[in-house]
């Protein structure tokens, strides 16, 4: 029975929802929820999609099992067109919502629909709902719902079955098999169809590769230093590495230092499929494990070749396996994937087990054939392995009870400098429309010889494969055009990589495949012919060509997108339509912090990024380049709304963020302060907000929290001098400037001379007279005029201290709390000496004291920076107020240190190589 209504009082029930991204390929979402006002807030549909989520319609249920219900009704009805292993059907909302409709009616499910309702916190529950506590959170309701999962729909099949055959215009056969892992679950396929359906012999079909380790690189040097101090630590950490940066020889060195430590260990290695299984082995024994003996565990019967005559078979032999492991009293590895560790999973054995690609476990968090080794009582020590974690599935890596936290990160970005990844190209392919791939195609082809091209599905691969079987343009050289998917059989896709390596020109169209880990030497080019969503397949997929080879020529991506080449580059349409791109861009920020440099200052910093316009569009080279590059920027940042995304705090880039405070640390010697301005592209950061943040998650760190930040940010932390002294407790540490008093005190019985109102410094060098004067200064201003706002923890510490040397910290208060007139104490005492020993140095040597004490006084203290700093143009500028309401005269301005007065941003960089500006650092 449905029910329409207006007003949107309850938050539990079955939704459709659309993003014009998803519209655009043809897909809606659908889902079950306890609180429609938070659920497309979730990272979930927030981390790889612009916040432009809508519900079409929802439907309230009385319970979440009758939510539940729906949702798996609904997903039934349209299986045809679902996309596996996702709430998503290929369809029109409208169509959808009709079969929710329909599917009320027949199992008599009581609902209330509302069609497009906007949910905000004050009439998302109604009390009676908020006060009873019928809903607790959205993951506990959830997995209530789910656990008759296998007897949900039983009993209605005969009903659902005849009201499928009833809407057979609603649920037309579609091939829904889609290669875009939008909300990023893992595939757990039982048993080992997945792992025959989806790894194929890559590495055979492409001819068997040698492997040598000769040293480790630095920063696997690295890498493993910080790993081996968190397995000490805390039992299990995560190896963050960029593809093609080498994780597998940090795990070899670390299971080579365990066997060393430990002679008879039992190691366990998982890998995400057969091909990853065969490679790892065969690296392995090459890297120098070649007295251990390997237990591999996988359903190929073929042989495997490891090197020097050594010849291994797997097996899936379950007594076997249990046998071999049980009675073996010496060392041994297993390698396995993880489709078949569930034959090993409840085994103690294991002394280390590595997960390799280790995001694919993440997912579901009930237990699946990926993760039952993950979820099992940890009996030894865990290393994760990936370049692509994954924080927004039910089973989240920052759980780090699960994980461990990340020891170490190594961008993609790092690689390429350093020579071990090849460098890439972004070349956007920019048409008029998508309909006709074959211009994008050649425009492609014309650059490279040969690419892969990640197609959405089986029917969108099969078609394009149609299309480029019309005849080429005359000035395009001719090339082979071949196609791959996750329903050929093992021994046609190797054929398939036979033809495409032997091949001199080709394209090679691509379904649920060569998305991750194995490796095709001579590929040079990939092309996303439909949108991508999840950040981890982007940056996997965008992996695939950048192997280093010699004499390899640079890699390219291709991207393509469309304009309306009738309306200006920057008009809304247009920007709407560049704004396809955002998820590409995001998930390479992240691994390329120079993309977020230059997206914020094209003219500071130069990225290999060009538009090249198909043939039809007749768009000439000047004007993509002057117009249509800068609006596809703008689209970038800002979509189609006026705020800029990237200069989000949490939009910035842990490594330029951290770089810049690094600076600050070393080159001026002192910690942000509470102004500091980062000067990015034509807009001011305040430095002291990040500062703030970082601070913020050392602390959780070190009361055993859950911290904001990763291991590896931790340890960036760590590295900076004196960063648990004075970078967490700031300048003027409460213990250490007490401690300083006390002492002074005991030795002198009296107050040093102390400047409490400018002698403060807060430099790494400063005296301990200097950071006193800053804790007394902070202890005078909070004895105000109206109350006294000291802790009051601190203050009877104080009162402690003075106590016995009969000295009076506070002003005396009349019974209203102001302050009594004349009073005085022994802070202001210790000004009021100092000031007149100050005026009369020349007489009374007080110089000396303020050489010792106080070096550089006046002017170090008064400007709060060593003057030698100010003459090398060192320090930040001052972040300046942005409200442009109530100072409109300031808005997007920072202050110069040195000239002392507020500049423009935009113009930032031109008045640091000014005259007047280079006379002022004089």
């Not at 691969?461 to 071949?482: G, Y």
């Not at 001026?668 to 034509?682: E, Q």
Request: charged fraction near 25%.
């Amino acid at each position: 029975m449905v029910r329409l209504t207006v007003l949107v009082r309850c938050g539990l029930g079955f939704y459709v929802a659309v993003h014009p991204w998803l519209t655009g390929s043809g897909y809606v979402k659908v889902g079950c929820t306890a609180d429609f006002t938070r659920r497309l807030e979730m990272a979930s549909f927030t981390t790889c999609f612009t916040p432009e989520w809508s519900y079409y319609a929802v439907f309230r249920c009385e319970s979440m099992k009758e939510a539940f219900l729906l949702e798996q009704a609904v997903l039934f009805l349209f299986k045809e067109r679902r996309v596996p292993q996702r709430e998503l059907i290929k369809g029109n909302a409208q169509d959808v919502t009709e079969g929710a409709r329909r599917v009320c009616s027949t199992l008599n499910l009581n609902a209330l629909v509302n069609m497009a309702p906007v949910y905000t916190e004050k009439n998302s529950l109604p009390p009676d709902y908020a006060s009873s506590g019928r809903i607790s959170t959205e993951k506990n309701s959830r997995r209530e719902a789910e656990a008759p999962k296998l007897h949900t729909l039983e009993k209605y099949m005969g009903s659902l079955e005849k009201l499928r055959e009833s809407m057979v215009s609603l649920n037309s056969p579609c091939d829904a098999s889609t290669d875009d892992d939008i909300f990023n679950s893992v595939e757990t396929g039982d048993g080992e169809d997945y792992e025959i359906g989806c790894d194929f012999e890559v590495v055979d079909a492409l001819g068997e590769e040698t492997f040598s380790l000769a040293a480790l690189r630095p920063y696997q040097k690295d890498a493993v230093a910080r790993c081996l101090e968190q397995l000490d630590s805390c039992g299990a950490t995560i190896c963050q590495m960029a593809c093609r940066c080498g994780k597998t020889p940090v795990a070899y060195d670390l299971i080579r230092r365990h066997l060393e430590m430990k002679p008879n260990s039992i190691i366990l290695y998982l890998v995400p499929g057969l091909a990853l299984l065969r490679q790892t082995a065969r690296k392995l024994y090459s890297y120098g494990l070649k007295d251990v003996p390997f237990l591999l565990i996988g359903s190929d019967s073929g042989s495997i070749f490891l090197g020097d005559g050594c010849v291994r078979n797997m097996t899936t032999d379950a007594e076997l396996i249990r046998s071999t492991i049980s009675s073996c009293a010496s060392h041994l590895i297993v390698i396995s994937t993880y489709q078949s560790s569930h034959i090993i999973s409840k085994m103690p054995n294991f002394a280390l087990t590595v997960f390799d690609e280790c995001h694919r476990v993440c997912g579901s968090d009930l237990p699946t054939n990926f993760n039952n080794v993950l979820l099992q009582p940890r009996c030894g020590r865990r290393l994760f392995l990936t370049a692509t974690p994954a924080y927004d599935t039910p089973l989240k890596m920052d759980n780090t009870f699960l994980f461990g936290d990340i020891a170490y990160r190594y961008y993609l970005r790092e690689g390429i400098d350093a020579g071990y990844v090849n460098p890439f190209a972004v070349r956007i392919v920019l048409g008029e429309s998508m309909d006709d791939m074959n211009p994008y195609f050649y425009e492609a082809m014309n650059t490279v010889d040969k690419m892969i091209v990640y197609c959405r599905c089986i029917e969108h691969a099969t078609k394009l494969a149609a299309d480029l079987k019309h005849p080429l343009p005359d000035d395009i050289t001719p090339f082979d055009v071949l196609l791959a998917h996750s329903r050929m059989g093992s021994a046609a896709v190797a054929s398939v990589l036979r033809d495409f390596s032997a091949s001199r020109r080709c394209i090679l169209l691509n379904v649920r495949l060569l998305q991750e880990g194995v490796e095709i030497p001579d590929l040079n080019a990939v092309f996303f012919a439909a949108p991508r969503y999840s950040s981890r397949d982007i940056v996997q997929s965008i992996c695939r060509p950048l192997n280093k080879m010699e004499n390899k020529p640079i890699s390219y991506v291709f991207l393509p997108a469309t304009i309306n080449k009738r309306l200006p580059e920057d008009h809304p349409v247009n920007l709407e339509k560049f704004s396809t791109l955002v998820p590409f861009t995001d998930a390479l920020m992240d691994e390329d912090p120079l993309l977020f440099e230059y997206l914020i200052d094209p003219h500071k910093v130069s990225y290999d990024v060009d538009v090249v316009g198909v043939r039809s569009l007749k768009l000439s080279s000047e004007r993509l380049r002057r117009f249509v590059l800068p609006a596809i920027r703008r689209g970038v940042r800002y979509s189609s709304q006026n705020t800029d995304r990237l200069h989000r705090a949490t939009r910035l880039p842990w490594k330029n963020a951290f770089n810049e405070m690094k600076r600050i640390v070393l080159e001026c010697n002192r910690y942000p302060k509470t102004n500091d301005a980062w000067v990015i592209g034509k807009k001011s950061v305040s430095m002291a907000l990040f500062y703030r943040y970082c601070r913020k998650g050392y602390r959780q760190y070190l009361d055993k929290e859950p911290s904001c930040l990763r291991m590896h940010q931790i340890r960036d932390l760590e590295s900076l001098p004196l960063w648990r002294t004075y970078g967490l407790h700031g300048p003027y540490p409460w213990e250490e400037c007490l401690n300083t008093l006390r002492e002074y005190l005991e030795a002198h019985g009296s107050v040093p001379p102390l400047d409490v109102h400018k002698g403060g410094y807060i430099g790494l060098d400063a005296t301990p007279f200097e950071r006193l004067c800053g804790v007394l200064m902070h202890v005078n201003q909070c004895d105000a005029c109206t109350k006294l706002r000291l802790d009051p923890a601190k203050q009877k510490q104080l009162d402690r201290l003075c106590k016995p040397f009969g000295l009076k910290w506070k002003k005396g208060r009349d019974k209203d709390g102001k302050i009594l007139p004349g009073e005085a104490t022994f802070i202001t005492d210790s000004y009021d000496r100092f000031k007149a020993l100050y005026e009369d140095r020349q007489k009374n040597n007080f110089q000396e004291y303020l050489d010792s004490h106080f070096p550089g006084y006046p002017l170090k203290h008064e400007r709060m920076e060593d003057p030698r700093n100010l003459r090398k143009d060192r320090v930040p500028p001052r972040h300046v107020s942005r409200d442009e309401v109530t100072n409109p005269h300031k808005a997007g301005k920072v202050m110069c240190r040195v000239c002392r007065r507020n500049v423009a941003v935009r113009v930032w960089e031109q008045h640091l190589k000014s005259k007047a500006h280079r006379q002022n650092m004089k």
